[in-house]
């Protein structure tokens, strides 16, 4: 049985537009729990933040005031930092080619579409999940 991506991605992933700023990503990821936000304008995948670009994209919180941080964060969108044309699979991409994508590129993460438009994302915790369960299975 060969497993695709659609039976382990998480469906509607929360998103955001290329226009809000890095202090709302910042805040969308601590919400969620989460390290990976696609880009999109409707349903169109534009880009992708993820957490470690966020975090250097942020002035020091020791060398600079807490106004002029919030300043950036508030004034800067996420386009400015985002991976444009990120690496993507669709659902029926096999589950051993996008973990064989993730290890080779060091990603974290995998959008998923269908016909051009974003219905997904596959994360490394996805596979990890999956893993679990697998395993738990064969005992």
């Known amino acids: 049985m060969t497993m ?13 537009g290329p226009e809000d700023s890095l202090m709302r990503a910042l805040e969308v990821m601590r919400l969620h729990s989460i390290r990976r936000i696609p880009i999109v304008v409707g349903d169109t995948l534009v880009g992708l933040v993820v957490e470690g670009d966020l975090k ?69 915790i996805d596979l990890v999940a999956c893993l679990v369960r697998l395993l738990s299975e064969a005992r």
């Open 56 to 124: 250097r994209a942020q002035p020091s919180a020791l060398s600079d005031s807490q106004q002029e941080f919030d300043q950036v964060m508030q004034e800067t969108p996420v386009s400015r930092i985002m991976i444009s044309r990120p690496v993507c699979v669709t659902e029926e991409t096999p589950l051993v080619d996008a973990a064989t994508t993730l290890r080779e590129t060091k990603f974290g993460a995998l959008p998923v579409l269908r016909e051009g438009r974003l219905v997904g994302i596959v994360t490394d």
């Open 4 to 16: 695709t991506v659609a039976q382990v991605m998480t469906a509607s992933p929360v998103t955001l």
